[in-house]
């Protein structure tokens, strides 16, 4: 007989709630388009689980998310039907029991009772006893046995897609922007440090917080670029810190604050008063640059086109700045009326799949072109709101090409603005590329792979 889910049968263990909070996350992954790193914090806060409990649901469900791919290549090797025809709850399920069995230090047995145990009381117990059934299967082999038996016969950018769970066209712009082929242990280190968990990174904005108030948090260290960033080492919860819950600082890798630092400091010709952020949401980047724009006497405009997005922008900035609500193709200033603008362009974020893992499974090849023709009237926008001798920072939150130097190349053709330098704007950071524009790699740098280039108007 088969049981309801939701339901476990009288006499048997309920599922342990971190798995349970794993499994409603990546349902919601799956099912509804939800965001991990939006969704895991209410869930967390919901089910009412702290401390080691916490971490725990939290690498359940991001590793499996970000090992995604390669547990679907072991589960098609152990179902007798395509995965596209298992329904997506078991799936769930399956993909949290290989994560367990292959990834981490759980014993097999306890692995696999574990993960029917949470079947049973989410799908039923019908389909728990096919999830027993495939597990024992996935459990014959350890990772390192499965990835040897699935590299056999695949190319060697179809294996380093499979060994460390990217996509293979996310693997081919990788080495397109590196300008590395399969043979690289580049391209091999950059796929394997997004499959890293990010250490937490707090910013100290300025005029409200200092450095030094963060650096007195237990396993707090100073970071190695930003002169505002300080890593909690030990990965506590910066909920808890109280400037950050103060707003005096706030959770920001290390990469959005050189984009950040380096719009503030890129040179430009004359006054230097007026500042914009075309696309600030959700502030993160709008609030350290109003603090730095307050530290000269000059004045930010951030713009979000999302309202529920600009609210998040008046919070961050906290009246420092003045927000607007407009697309920024057709913002609501004068032409030539800002001296310095940063535009940090909608993108793939294929530059942040350590803090967003399921993004390299929802993004396609086929959403590249309107997100770049976004980007192109984007940074034609900001240039033609920039006035002669300001300049324009251009970022994305990713490494593919379409999105970073062609847009730049088709701003060029414009004829109106110069490209400069921009990595002197990056305080020393080595590594960043040829210039004159900057790649930053988790790999290289530990930051997220943000692209910025500076134009300045003629």
């Given at each position: 007989?088969?049981?309801?889910?939701?339901?476990?049968?009288?006499?048997?263990?309920?599922?342990?709630e971190?798995?349970?909070?794993?499994?409603?996350l990546?349902?919601?992954?799956?099912?509804?388009?939800?965001?991990?790193?939006?969704?895991?914090?209410?869930?967390?806060?919901?089910?009412?689980l702290?401390?080691?409990?916490?971490?725990?649901?939290?690498?359940?469900?991001?590793?499996?998310?970000r090992?995604?791919?390669?547990?679907?290549?072991?589960?098609?090797?152990?179902?007798?039907?395509?995965?596209?025809?298992?329904?997506?709850?078991?799936?769930?399920v399956?993909?949290?029991?290989v994560?367990?069995?292959l990834?981490?230090?759980?014993?097999?047995?306890a692995?696999?009772?574990a993960?029917?145990?949470?079947?049973?009381a989410?799908?039923?117990?019908?389909?728990a006893?096919?999830?027993?059934?495939v597990?024992?299967?996935?459990a014959?082999?350890?990772?390192?046995?499965?990835?040897?038996?699935l590299?056999?016969?695949?190319?060697?950018?179809?294996t380093l897609?499979?060994r460390?769970?990217?996509?293979?066209?996310?693997?081919?712009?990788?080495?397109?922007?590196?300008?590395?082929?399969?043979s690289?242990p580049?391209?091999?280190?950059?796929?394997?440090?997004?499959?890293?968990?990010?250490?937490?990174t707090?910013?100290?904005?300025?005029?409200?917080?200092?450095?030094?108030?963060?650096l007195?948090?237990?396993?707090?260290?100073a970071?190695?670029?930003?002169?505002?960033?300080v890593?909690?080492?030990?990965?506590?919860?910066p909920?808890?810190?109280?400037?950050?819950?103060?707003?005096r600082?706030?959770?920001?890798?290390?990469?959005?604050?050189?984009?950040?630092i380096?719009?503030?400091?890129?040179p430009?010709?004359?006054?230097?008063?007026?500042w914009l952020?075309?696309?600030?949401?959700p502030?993160?980047?709008?609030a350290?640059?109003?603090?730095?724009?307050?530290e000269?006497?000059?004045?930010?405009?951030a713009?979000?086109?999302?309202?529920?997005?600009?609210e998040?922008?008046?919070?961050?900035?906290?009246?420092?700045?003045?927000?607007t609500?407009?697309?920024?193709?057709?913002?609501?200033w004068?032409?030539?009326?800002?001296?310095?603008?940063?535009?940090?362009?909608p993108c793939?974020?294929?530059?942040?799949?350590?803090?967003?893992?399921?993004?390299?499974?929802?993004?396609r090849?086929?959403?590249?072109?309107?997100?770049?023709?976004?980007q192109?009237?984007?940074?034609?926008?900001?240039?033609?709101?920039?006035?002669?001798?300001?300049?324009?920072?251009?970022?994305?939150?990713?490494?593919?090409?379409?999105?970073?130097?062609?847009?730049?190349?088709?701003?060029?053709?414009?004829?109106d603005?110069e490209?400069l330098?921009?990595r002197?704007?990056?305080?020393?950071?080595?590594?960043?590329?040829?210039?004159?524009?900057?790649?930053?790699?988790?790999?290289?740098?530990?930051?997220?792979?943000?692209y910025?280039?500076?134009?300045?108007r003629?």
């Amino acid at each position: 007989m088969s049981g309801n889910p939701g339901q476990p049968r009288r006499g048997r263990p309920r599922p342990d709630e971190p798995r349970l909070v794993a499994y409603a996350l990546l349902r919601a992954v799956a099912v509804e388009d939800a965001y991990a790193n939006l969704a895991l914090p209410a869930l967390l806060r919901e089910r009412g689980l702290y401390g080691r409990d916490a971490a725990f649901a939290t690498e359940l469900a991001y590793g499996t998310l970000r090992g995604q791919g390669t547990y679907d290549a072991v589960l098609a090797a152990c179902v007798d039907r395509p995965l596209a025809e298992v329904d997506v709850p078991v799936l769930v399920v399956l993909r949290l029991g290989v994560h367990q069995l292959l990834a981490l230090r759980v014993p097999t047995h306890a692995a696999v009772s574990a993960t029917v145990e949470l079947a049973r009381a989410v799908v039923g117990e019908g389909r728990a006893r096919f999830v027993n059934a495939v597990l024992r299967r996935v459990a014959e082999h350890d990772q390192a046995e499965w990835l040897d038996l699935l590299s056999r016969d695949r190319d060697a950018l179809d294996t380093l897609a499979l060994r460390h769970a990217h996509p293979r066209w996310v693997v081919e712009e990788i080495a397109r922007a590196l300008g590395v082929d399969a043979s690289d242990p580049e391209l091999a280190a950059a796929l394997a440090a997004d499959d890293v968990r990010p250490p937490v990174t707090l910013v100290a904005r300025p005029g409200r917080g200092a450095v030094e108030e963060l650096l007195d948090v237990d396993g707090a260290r100073a970071a190695g670029w930003s002169p505002y960033a300080v890593v909690l080492a030990s990965g506590g919860d910066p909920a808890l810190v109280p400037a950050v819950r103060a707003g005096r600082a706030a959770v920001q890798d290390e990469g959005s604050q050189l984009v950040a630092i380096a719009a503030a400091a890129v040179p430009l010709e004359g006054a230097d008063r007026r500042w914009l952020d075309l696309c600030a949401g959700p502030g993160g980047k709008a609030a350290l640059l109003a603090g730095l724009a307050g530290e000269r006497g000059a004045r930010l405009t951030a713009n979000e086109v999302q309202p529920h997005r600009a609210e998040l922008v008046r919070r961050a900035v906290a009246g420092r700045a003045e927000v607007t609500v407009a697309d920024g193709r057709a913002g609501p200033w004068d032409p030539a009326s800002f001296d310095r603008v940063l535009v940090d362009a909608p993108c793939t974020g294929l530059g942040a799949l350590r803090r967003r893992p399921e993004v390299r499974w929802r993004r396609r090849p086929e959403d590249v072109p309107a997100l770049a023709a976004l980007q192109r009237d984007l940074l034609a926008a900001a240039v033609d709101a920039v006035r002669p001798g300001g300049v324009v920072v251009y970022a994305t939150c990713s490494p593919v090409l379409a999105e970073t130097r062609e847009v730049v190349a088709d701003a060029l053709r414009r004829g109106d603005v110069e490209e400069l330098d921009v990595r002197p704007a990056l305080r020393g950071v080595p590594d960043v590329g040829d210039g004159p524009d900057a790649q930053l790699w988790p790999h290289r740098h530990g930051t997220d792979a943000m692209y910025l280039a500076a134009l300045r108007r003629r």
